[in-house]
């Protein structure tokens, strides 16, 4: 139990580090992005193993790559500035 949280931590703070190397330009604040990684791998390694009631290491890891790589991805901003025109009347 405690290897399974431990390798999700790590898997979450991977993929926030890769989104925070490959995507600066469209997320806050390093620190934000890596916590939301590994909060998000814990969370998604403790719902799989909820749901699965131990239903094995290997899928635990996937659904904490899944619920982290959902949560990043709510971080991410617009890429170009959003054109607003004002409606004629």
Do not use: K
């Amino acid at each position: 139990m405690l290897l399974e949280a431990l390798s999700s931590a790590i898997l979450g703070l991977a993929l926030a580090w890769a989104y925070a190397v490959r995507l600066p330009h469209r997320l806050p604040a390093r620190p934000l992005v890596l916590s939301t990684g590994i909060a998000g791998a814990l969370f998604g390694a403790f719902v799989t193993r909820s749901a699965l009631d131990a239903g094995g290491f290997l899928l635990s890891l996937i659904g904490a790559a899944v619920v982290s790589a959902a949560s990043l991805s709510l971080l991410l901003r617009p890429a170009g500035r959003l054109r607003r025109r004002s409606a004629t009347a």
